[in-house]
């Protein structure tokens, strides 16, 4: 019988153990195949990796993947080793002889994949090197980088824009899983994507519940947070090295699987608990966020931010790094007002005065995210670009709902306010316009005159503080940093306006939020054994020490509790797992099904 290439589906059953592909997955690797450049916005978890992994195997040549961290590099390339893929990283982590044969490998065309740190990649050496090679794509990771709007912009990544015209024949493909409008823009602007398609997969992580706590006894808050979580893996961030020493201390102190990391440590400690993180035997890390952007271990159960993150992407990119798998998790946010003063210090060491704008812009919303009385998921979204009305069931906000208050007539107010100053200024102008203030600047621009002047000085700052974000929160006001946070109407306000609509918005607060009443955890959508569950883990850790991988490079949460959900007893049942491919069947498929079938003859013996 003839044989037929396999197709992308075939390979993602066969090599990585997936059923089915998710959002846009299909289309973007259609593209990139067919030689289309893509720009991909996908959450954390959301299968980013595959929409460059499976084109580079489907075309001729190498895949040629940027990525910003050496951790990151070898996390996905033990990964891709585990599935049977050529893969390789060459970084400053090589010793001379490892560095040689991985370009011997280049060369010799044995490589489907090969991640590299931008500034190598772009050097005239490694440029000149990759015109004797056949490339078959080349996938900017952490493509958020490349832009000044972005939360962790680094000026290597500006020299990635040549490559479109260095190699004009080459898919290009830019991937993130954080960036808000003007930041997407930029990196498409800057990377020389503008007509290439967008696949924005969006931003919702329905299995992480938020909750916001006001910070008042923060360690003991903690040590309360983790009583009952001794099993699970999980992060706690801090801002400062002295904190990240100061809570490791007091965690181990009382007996729990814990460490320090942070860039003030030596390498070989850091990689020391990195490693222990990753193989399951630290329960804990305490880090700044030098830690994490290379984690790519799916079953962290909880983040902690014991101080406030500096900016809503980075809270977003870091509470990502939880339920990776799909199943529950938990992002608990400790927030003391003393934390924007510290926050706002470290900005204002910058010497470069328009960043320093665009991340005290970024702070504010940050703080609004955590003094907001509304659902924490629509705050979210509605910072993104996707605002949304509909509560998500799974925040402290939605599972303890506040008193609301009917703010239609205040509202309509606040956006006429912002029409009539000609959609120009920010919050602290609007808000002066509405109060009556008479301040220098107001009464020289004329804004005494305007018939919104002093409609609002019945309510405090404070309210039309907490107004005007729950208007941007829920996507009828647009906060434009790259104008100077000016506030401008959309579309959506127009209904609002006309008294088409009515609004309600809990009062707001002078101190955040006290902690809520714990509501009951969500449970898998499956139900296993939970014996045979401990077994198989017990498996997984022996396999993966054995290896010299993570565990969860072996398999996955997930896989582990379809596996004592659905009890395969054969190689064809085994296949049909999430997460199971041909490779790790043959690998690993005899052991699994070993201890299942084993605990299935207990069972009914």
């Given amino acids: 019988m003839p044989t037929t290439d396999p197709t992308p589906l075939d390979s993602l059953r066969r090599i990585f153990g997936y059923s089915e592909f998710r959002q846009y997955q299909s289309e973007i690797i259609s593209g990139l195949i067919r030689g289309e450049d893509a720009f991909v916005l996908m959450p954390t978890g959301g299968g980013k990796s595959l929409c460059f992994q499976i084109p580079a195997l489907h075309r001729p040549g190498v895949g040629i993947v940027v990525s910003p961290l050496i951790s990151l590099m070898k996390d996905q390339v033990d990964a891709l080793h585990e599935n049977g893929v050529r893969a390789a990283y060459y970084n400053s982590s090589l010793n001379a002889g490892e560095a040689r044969d991985v370009l011997r490998r280049l060369h010799g065309g044995e490589l489907d994949l090969l991640y590299i740190a931008p500034e190598r990649l772009m050097s005239s050496d490694f440029l000149e090197r990759l015109n004797d090679i ?351 946070s000016i506030l401008k109407l959309t579309e959506t306000a127009r209904p609002l306006l006309r008294g088409e609509l009515q609004l309600t918005m809990a009062r707001p607060l002078t101190r955040a939020s006290s902690a809520k009443k714990k509501a009951p955890r969500n449970a898998s959508e499956l139900t296993y054994n939970t014996e045979l569950f401990e077994e198989l883990r017990r498996l997984r850790k022996e396999l993966a020490d054995a290896g010299g991988v993570p565990p969860f490079v072996v398999f996955g949460d997930k896989s582990l509790i379809e596996m004592a959900a659905h009890l395969p007893c054969d190689d064809e049942e085994f296949l049909n797992i999430h997460g199971v491919g041909a490779n790790k069947l043959e690998k690993y498929g005899a052991a699994f099904l070993d201890v299942i079938n084993g605990f299935s003859r207990s069972v009914h013996s």
């Avoid at 399951?280 to 890390?285: F, G, K, P, T």
């Avoid at 500096?310 to 509470?319: A, D, G, L, P, V």
């Avoid at 960043?355 to 993104?384: D, P």
């Avoid at 009917?406 to 920010?426: H, M």
């Fill in 134 to 484: 056949p490339i078959a794509l080349f996938a900017i990771d952490e493509a958020h980088c490349v832009s000044q709007w972005g939360h962790d912009f680094r000026p290597e990544y500006m020299q990635l824009g040549r490559l479109r015209s260095i190699f004009p024949k080459t898919p290009l493909i830019a991937l993130t899983a954080t960036a808000e409008a003007q930041t997407r823009a930029d990196i498409t602007d800057r990377l020389n994507l503008r007509h290439a398609p967008s696949y924005i997969a969006g931003f919702d992580r329905p299995n992480i519940r938020y909750t916001v706590m006001d910070k008042q006894k923060p360690k003991e808050q903690l040590l309360t947070f983790l009583k009952g979580r001794r099993k699970e893996s999980g992060i706690v961030y801090c801002l400062s090295r002295k904190r990240v020493e100061q809570v490791a201390g007091q965690l181990i102190s009382v007996g729990l699987s814990a460490a320090a990391y942070h860039a003030g440590l030596p390498a070989q400690q850091r990689k020391r608990v990195q490693n222990d993180f990753l193989k399951d035997n630290l329960q804990v890390v305490v880090a700044t966020v030098a830690f994490g952007m290379g984690i790519d271990k799916s079953n962290v159960r909880f983040v902690v931010h014991f101080d406030l993150p500096k900016t809503i992407e980075s809270y977003y990119q870091e509470t990502g790094r939880a339920g990776r798998d799909g199943l529950p998790a938990e992002a608990l946010l400790l927030f003391g007002y003393g934390d924007i003063a510290v926050a706002r210090g470290l900005i204002e060491m910058s010497q470069n005065a328009e960043q320093k704008r665009i991340e005290i812009h970024k702070l504010n919303a940050m703080v609004a995210f955590a003094e907001a009385q509304s659902c924490r998921r629509n705050v979210l979204l509605g910072y993104f670009g996707e605002p949304t009305h509909q509560p998500c069931g799974n925040c402290d906000i939605c599972l303890d709902p506040p008193q609301l208050h009917d703010v239609t007539e205040e509202a309509r107010k606040a956006l006429s306010c912002v029409y009539r100053v000609g959609q120009r200024f920010g919050m602290i102008h609007v808000i002066d316009v509405l109060r009556g203030s008479q301040n220098e600047r107001i009464l020289r621009l004329q804004h005494d005159h305007l018939s919104t002047y002093g409609i609002g000085k019945d309510q405090s700052k404070e309210f039309w503080s907490s107004l005007l974000r729950h208007l941007i929160h829920h996507g009828y006001l647009f906060q434009d940093v790259a104008e100077y």
